[in-house]
């Protein structure tokens, strides 16, 4: 990278940071300007994303961006680094990002303060989590993306929300205790920080230590485990995403991802197959504890009611797929799961915005949408809806099923669409551990295990997902028929178009995601890029 | 020193421990903090115990290493202080919007029957 294109990494950081804290300076009632600071931020930040992923793709092999800020050299400054994976990770918050926004236009922005300034803090966050090198970066924009989804958890008030949002942010505090305990522990045996040091000195290190970096590491995998929300370290999730209102559920879908990533880069990175006695630390607690997130997640979609509830406890699966894959530790696996990553971001962000569209046409949300217009004294603008949603879109109800329809297909990751392609990938990995058709096919007991699971998850999310769609769709009998608006229905097509056209371009995509894999999984050569790179 | 400093940071952190189970909100917040200082010295003593020396160079060239604490771990304790401090204030504001919207001081809004 050369002249201006170097300093474009820092841009996802930098610029929401800026136009949140302008925001926050300009009054309330200037809504409008700042909806228009806000969408204009966040296309730059995916231009740039898109802009970073072209390039990280079109080098070799570990394929890496690093900046140091400050230019001090890389082991003692801060930098910031990119490869395949981060850049992916970046177009998808600011996808999503931008979906929450645009759904959050006609109703959502007025319902409490400073719903645009929390979500570029949140873009902040999750962008900066994603390029950081070093881990007590990490702790920072954990702390800053945490901190502003209590404020977006807690956006449009009401008790439900303050009792959900309360339990979130006591267990995340709680979580953060345990990532500086982690943090501090690992300092206090490897002298470092940054990832790629670390990584550099855990293959010598004497043996007399490993103890105290293996406990060090596990207190931190807790904290980030109890943001992917691993059972048995999630029951706060399902409450508070469903408590939530929808943009920033939507948001939220890619905040429990951030966990996962951090696990797949430390465990990948750090106990990798060249670490020494360390190798595979991890491994077979993730496995186990992944599987059994899917099999709770499969139970709780089937005992669920209500469809926030039932999008919640989606994210269980996802996230326990993830890990579990993570778990698993070949690249192949690896591959297919960042296929699943990114489709399961889109679906489960389209279906929380989705659901509230759907339940607009029952008593159930108009009561919750009432009490919250009250709060903020909006209750006098009830006769303006036609305005405020914008022009109502035609044969809404088809629309909504079709929706419907294609996040049930995706989320049970059935053919034709994305979830079925990445589940796939990865039962593929797991099933042929040398590659396709190369090597005897010696499937460990923990990848039959995961088989199983993903199988009977799947098939439990149709069961609830057609049990749902009837009961929301088709079986009221004089259920209104909900008006919705272009601008809401839009970013929710636009997230499964998304998906869509993952599914046409299979080829390409899996390509990248099996290169991100790759380099994932060559940990010394991204040490030799980062310690080399530097000033 | 050394037994000082550990039983400061057990006494500390079980007391926070304690607390974080207990079903009022205040005392959940009081947990929280006492648990923050216990982390806090906690990442202090990863540091090492170097007594009496200071992690600034003196002038006229570095020197000796081993004549200085080691700087990380304080800057490390003192962002956890600035970010501690500022998530137990929102986290005092929710409190105060719970008691306000429920009427009680349980972290379920009611006690269970």
Redesign the interface.
């Known amino acids: 990278m050369t002249g201006w294109l170097e300093h474009l990494m820092i841009v996802p950081v930098a610029l929401p940071l800026i136009v949140g804290a302008i925001m926050v300076a300009l009054d309330e009632q200037r809504y409008r300007l700042k909806a228009a600071m806000g969408i204009l931020s966040i296309l730059v930040m995916l231009g740039t994303s898109i802009t970073l992923a072209v390039q990280a793709h079109a080098g070799g092999a570990v394929s890496l961006g690093v900046y140091p800020l400050g230019n001090w050299p890389t082991a003692f400054g801060i930098v910031l680094m990119l490869d395949r994976l981060s850049a992916l990770l970046l177009i998808l918050s600011s996808v999503l990002g931008l979906a929450a926004l645009l759904y959050a236009l006609p109703r959502w922005q007025r319902m409490g303060a400073h719903f645009h300034a929390l979500l570029q803090f949140q873009l902040m966050g999750l962008n900066g989590a994603f390029l950081t090198g070093d881990l007590?970066n990490l702790f920072?924009f954990f702390?800053v993306l945490?901190?502003a989804s209590?404020g977006m958890a807690?956006h449009g008030?009401?008790?439900a929300r303050?009792?959900a949002?309360?339990?979130y942010?006591?267990v995340n505090?709680?979580a953060?205790?345990l990532f500086?305990?982690g943090?501090?522990?690992i300092?206090?045996v490897a002298g470092t920080?940054n990832m790629a040091d670390l990584a550099a000195r855990i293959p010598n290190m004497p043996a007399e230590n490993r103890p105290l970096l293996e406990a060090g590491a596990a207190i931190l995998g807790i904290a980030f485990l109890a943001k992917a929300a691993m059972w048995p370290l999630g029951f706060w999730l399902t409450p508070t995403y469903a408590a939530a209102s929808p943009p920033s559920a939507a948001i939220f879908s890619m905040m429990s991802k951030v966990g996962v990533y951090a696990v797949m880069r430390l465990v990948l990175l750090l106990f990798g197959a060249e670490s020494g006695a360390s190798a595979g630390f991890g491994g077979t607690w993730l496995m186990v504890g992944g599987i059994a997130t899917i099999l709770f997640g499969a139970v709780t979609v089937l005992a669920t009611q209500d469809l926030p509830r039932l999008a919640g406890a989606s994210v269980f699966i996802s996230s326990g797929t993830l890990l579990a894959a993570v778990g698993a530790g070949q690249v192949s696996v690896t591959g297919g799961a960042l296929f699943y990553l990114t489709s399961s971001a889109l679906a489960i962000g389209a279906f929380f915005l989705l659901i509230e569209l759907i339940e607009r046409g029952r008593e159930v949300g108009a009561d919750v949408l009432a009490v919250t217009l009250e709060a903020f004294g909006d209750g006098d603008e009830e006769e303006e809806e036609d305005e405020e949603i914008g022009a109502p879109i035609p044969a809404t109800m088809a629309v909504l099923g079709a929706c419907f329809l294609c996040c049930a297909i995706l989320l049970a990751g059935l053919p034709p669409l994305s979830g079925f392609i990445a589940k796939f990938a990865m039962l593929s990995g797991i099933l042929n551990p040398h590659g396709l058709g190369e090597g005897p096919a010696l499937v460990a007991p923990s990848g039959w295990g995961l088989l199983i699971a993903l199988i009977l998850s799947g098939f439990a999310t149709i069961v609830a997902m057609a049990r749902a769609g009837i009961r929301n769709l088709w079986a009221i009998a004089d259920r209104t028929v909900p008006r919705v608006g272009a601008v809401e229905i839009a970013p929710v097509l636009m997230l499964l178009f998304i998906c869509i056209g993952m599914t046409v371009a299979a080829g390409p995509t899996m390509r990248y995601m099996q290169a991100a894999a790759v380099s994932l999984h060559t940990p010394q050569e991204y040490v030799r890029q980062v310690m080399e790179d530097g000033p | 020193m050394e037994l000082a400093l550990a039983l400061a940071i057990g006494i500390l952190g079980g007391s926070g421990v304690w607390l974080?189970m207990r079903p009022r909100?205040f005392q959940?917040i009081i947990g929280?903090s006492l648990?923050?200082y216990s982390?806090n010295l906690?990442?202090f003593s990863?540091?090492r115990f170097p007594i009496g020396s200071p992690p600034i160079l003196e002038p006229g060239g570095a020197g000796d290493p081993a004549n200085y604490a080691d700087p990380?771990?304080q800057s490390?304790v003192l962002?956890?202080i600035v970010?501690g401090f500022?998530?137990?204030a929102?986290?005092l504001v929710?409190?105060m919007?719970?008691r306000g919207?429920?009427g009680g001081d349980h972290?379920?809004?009611r006690p269970p029957r």
């Open positions: 007590f920072v702390e945490l901190a209590y807690l008030s009401g008790v303050v009792k949002g309360l339990h942010i006591s505090l709680a953060s205790l500086l305990i943090v501090s522990m300092y206090g920080l | 974080l909100t959940l929280l648990l923050s982390v906690f990442i990863m540091g990380l771990p490390l962002t956890a970010i500022a998530t137990t929102l986290f929710v409190m919007a719970a919207l429920t972290v379920d809004g």
